[in-house]
């Protein structure tokens, strides 16, 4: 049995490979301290109506590009109110996370943004 008490997930259509979206994955995932390969979470206390949680990403190959599955385990916290709270709004949070998250990365995928100078990260095109 999981320690997890609320799940949410999110899926996408990507139009980029898999490799790019995982590659941009990976960038993130170097640039998050939390995150290690394609998941991270946190201790308590995290925010106000979900305690601690596990944030994880699947990528699979589909047609033209790639279905992109952002998922999230997570508590409510134990404390009153914060409990009431979550338990109010706990799943509608967690999965307006996942749907950021997901939405963010696809766009930021296929966005046509002007050359930038710094490192390719493999998340804009031509990177």
Not at 45 to 58: A, N, T, W
Request: hydrophobic share 35%; charged share 20%; proline share 9%.
């Amino acid at each position: 049995m999981s320690a997890f008490s609320g799940h949410q997930e999110t899926t996408v259509f990507v139009s980029a490979p898999v490799e790019r979206v995982s590659a941009c994955l990976d960038d993130h995932c170097r640039g998050s301290p939390r995150m290690t390969g394609s998941s991270w979470g946190t201790a308590p206390p995290g925010p106000l109506v979900i305690d601690s949680y596990r944030m994880h990403f699947e990528v699979t190959p589909h047609q033209d590009g790639s279905l992109l599955r952002v998922l999230i385990d997570y508590t409510v916290p134990e404390r009153l109110p914060w409990r009431w709270l979550g338990r109010l709004i706990g799943r509608y949070y967690a999965r307006w996370h996942t749907r950021r998250m997901a939405y963010h990365l696809a766009v930021r995928l296929v966005a046509r943004r002007p050359s930038r100078p710094g490192p390719a990260t493999g998340c804009h095109p031509g990177s």
